[in-house]
């Protein structure tokens, strides 16, 4: 727990990830109220992030739970071990009722993420990561008001479950969909916008020390003038990173038309987009940000 929204900062940057005061107050609440945080924004600008860096600055297991379209409750919360319940079924009919436990048993529960999530052997809360939770059905959000208003789940055949250390949630969306309010009034809201030259610029010297830091600035001054651009998908901070790593690789150590255009493909992830930039528009961003 931490004892401020400044400390809350700090320790997120000891690790590499550098936030605003808005996201460090969010998350230094969501710990204190014991409340799920709910992360929207653009792909690529940390919002996964957050609960990576939090489990490794609580040094608690990370429990991932990765939506898709189609996700049931046998892949979020729990299943029957129905191969070990068919065992069981043959051996009470081989006259061995009595070796056999009751098939509905928490012997032959699987736990998928969520109920591993409140499971009562962690000694510690655990960091619960409910990521691109737009990915999946309006239907499964039903499954998560019950964990996110009590911390607890309930299995029809044994009853509920309920969290002796309740988890550190962390709810990630791209907004491809609007999220339910129902599941929204139980969660810390925070949107995740690109972040500053000044923050971005800090991020790739603090993940790619290995970049000269003049290539760098380039970099991040490239990355800042596309996104006022009019592209389908502007780049994010992933792409940031990985560019400066692939220019790194390179031994690129000023940016230049041609580089440029060799290695959009590391920004820009639709042919369209790679289209508009490639060439003179690439070589007038270029002289825009040496021009300053």
């Known amino acids: 727990m931490f004892e401020s929204i400044d400390a809350t900062r700090a320790a997120l940057e000891r690790e590499g990830y550098f936030t605003d005061p808005g996201l460090a107050t969010s998350l230094f609440l969501s710990l204190r109220m014991q409340k799920a945080l709910f992360l929207?924004?653009?792909?690529?600008?940390?919002k996964t992030e957050v609960a990576r860096v939090l489990s490794r600055v609580l040094d608690v297991p990370l429990i991932r739970l990765q939506?898709?379209?189609?996700?049931?409750?046998?892949?979020?919360?729990?299943?029957?071990?129905?191969?070990?319940?068919?065992?069981?079924?043959?051996?009470?009919?081989g006259g061995h009722e009595g070796d056999v436990a009751d098939i509905f048993s928490e012997e032959y529960l699987l736990r998928r993420p969520l109920l591993q999530a409140i499971d009562r052997s962690h000694e510690r809360a655990p960091v619960l990561l409910i990521d691109e939770l737009d990915r999946a059905d309006e239907e499964f959000e039903s499954f998560l008001l019950e964990l996110l208003g009590d911390f607890q789940i309930t299995i029809?055949?044994?009853?509920?479950?309920?969290?002796?250390?309740?988890?550190?949630?962390?709810?990630?969306?791209?907004?491809?969909?609007e999220i339910?309010?129902?599941?929204?009034?139980?969660?810390?809201?925070?949107?995740?916008?690109?972040?500053?030259?000044?923050?971005?610029?800090?991020?790739?010297?603090?993940?790619v020390p290995e970049?000269?830091?003049?290539?760098?600035?380039?970099v991040v001054a490239?990355?800042?003038?596309?996104?006022?651009?009019?592209?389908?998908?502007?780049?994010?901070?992933?792409?940031?990173?990985?560019?400066?790593?692939?220019?790194?690789?390179?031994?690129?150590?000023?940016?230049d038309e041609e580089v440029v255009d060799r290695t959009l493909g590391l920004l820009l992830k639709y042919q369209d987009d790679v289209d508009l930039v490639r060439g003179?528009?690439?070589?007038?961003?270029?002289a825009e940000i040496e021009s300053r």
Not at 228 to 234: M, P, S, T
Not at 236 to 250: F, I, K, M, P, Q
Not at 280 to 286: F, G, I, K, Q
């Open 67 to 93: 939506c898709y379209e189609g996700l049931d409750i046998n892949h979020a919360v729990y299943e029957w071990n129905y191969p070990r319940q068919l065992i069981a079924i043959q051996a009470r009919a």
């Open 180 to 207: 339910h309010d129902a599941l929204k009034r139980r969660c810390i809201y925070h949107w995740i916008d690109y972040p500053s030259p000044e923050q971005e610029l800090k991020i790739v010297l603090g993940k």
């Open 40 to 46: 929207e924004g653009e792909p690529g600008v940390g």
């Open 280 to 286: 003179r528009r690439a070589a007038e961003v270029l």
């Open 156 to 177: 029809p055949e044994l009853g509920t479950f309920r969290a002796d250390h309740p988890p550190v949630t962390v709810i990630t969306s791209n907004r491809t969909r």
């Open 222 to 255: 490239f990355v800042q003038r596309l996104r006022r651009e009019e592209l389908y998908k502007l780049p994010g901070v992933a792409e940031s990173l990985d560019w400066a790593r692939a220019l790194t690789h390179l031994s690129t150590e000023d940016l």
């Open 211 to 218: 970049a000269p830091e003049a290539l760098a600035r380039q």
